[in-house]
């Protein structure tokens, strides 16, 4: 069986044309982030900030990179699922393609294999793999053998389709509460903010340093 990391799968993933929700969604974004800019105060900027934390540091960070994808510590299944929802308010995907395409990451990183490597190109490790490269994460081949565990458990199945849904939810509460301003702080501005910071990890800091 032909496998994501041969050289045939890599060369088809970069002949790939524009992912367009992809893009998109990331249009629409970062133009909703310039905007946030004109409707500053000092409540959505607390509320940005908090939730850069919830979403990056307890969402991405604990929940998705070091507990699902690497298993480094145990918690309870609810603080599981709670820390693997937080990871869903960062905007990147759902958690099983996440994890499958980190897993990928670390099993070929930076070698032929990896989808975000910057031996093609740092513009490519940074954002080019998101609009144009393969969707081997929705490979069931590919997710059966990079993410058994997730795969078996009904709420990641539910969350990895339906991601969006907790910041959809998020967002109708902080415009609700805060208007404009705190709503596109909190979700746009912020989400913008974060996945950048996280691409930076795939293409700066995998070029530069050790």
Known sequence: METYET???RRDQ??????????????????AAIAALFFFSWPALITAVVLYWVGGSL???MGWHRLLTHR??????????????????????????????????HFHTDRDGDPHTPRDGGWW???????????????KAVVARYAPDLIKDRYYVWLDQYFYVPTILLGVALFALGGWGVMLWGISLRVTLALHATWLVNST??????
């Open 7 to 9: 050289d045939k799968s």
């Open 14 to 31: 970069k002949k790939r044309g524009i992912r367009w929700g992809n893009m998109i969604f990331l249009l629409i974004a970062h133009v």
């Open 59 to 61: 969402g991405i960070g």
């Open 72 to 105: 480094g510590y145990k918690v309870p299944k609810l603080v599981e699922y709670f820390l693997a929802t937080c990871g869903a308010l960062a905007l990147e995907g759902g958690p099983i393609e996440w994890v499958t395409t980190h897993r990928i990451h």
């Open 125 to 139: 490790a940074h954002i080019g793999w998101v609009v144009r490269g393969s969707s081997h994460a929705h490979d």
């Open 205 to 210: 800091t995998h070029m530069w340093g050790r």
